[in-house]
Nanobody, 125 residues
Framework: QVQLVESGGGSVQTGGSLRLSCAASRYSYTIKLMAWFRQAPGKEREGVAVIYTGGDDAYYAESVKGRFTISRDNADNTLFLQMNSLKPEDTAIYYC??????????????????WGQGTQVTVSS
């Protein structure tokens, strides 16, 4: 089992920045990809960004491309999401997730085995 714990959420104004962190309880060679998802009230959980552990290739949802950056620190087993130029529509609970299946359908929540508890991000206009 891998436990994931997010931190770094908060409230900012439009145009502000936040950096989310996700600490994994241990390294696991079975983890092939790690991602950030978000879920706004009344909406489905959506994939925001993914990083593949094999080569650190990263991909983003169109809505955040150019504003968000996903990265990881292998030494600390920590995943990050740097969020810049935040907009009110970015308001959601943000979750980190880890999956053991190498897949290009990274935006599907069913592809992930482990989930964090979520951290709230609120962007006010």
């Amino acid at each position: 089992q891998v436990q994931l714990v997010e931190s770094g959420g908060g409230s900012v104004q439009t145009g502000g920045s936040l950096r989310l962190s996700c600490a994994a309880s241990r390294y696991s060679y079975t983890i092939k990809l790690m991602a950030w998802f978000r879920q706004a009230p009344g909406k489905e959980r959506e994939g925001v960004a993914v990083i593949y552990t094999g080569g650190d290739d990263a991909y983003y949802a169109e809505s955040v491309k150019g504003r968000f950056t996903i990265s990881r620190d292998n030494a600390d087993n920590t995943l990050f999401l740097q969020m810049n130029s935040l907009k009110p529509e970015d308001t959601a609970i943000y979750y980190c997730a880890a999956g053991s299946i190498f897949t290009n359908t990274w935006r599907r929540p069913s592809m992930y085995r482990f989930w964090g508890q979520g951290t709230q991000v609120t962007v006010s206009s």
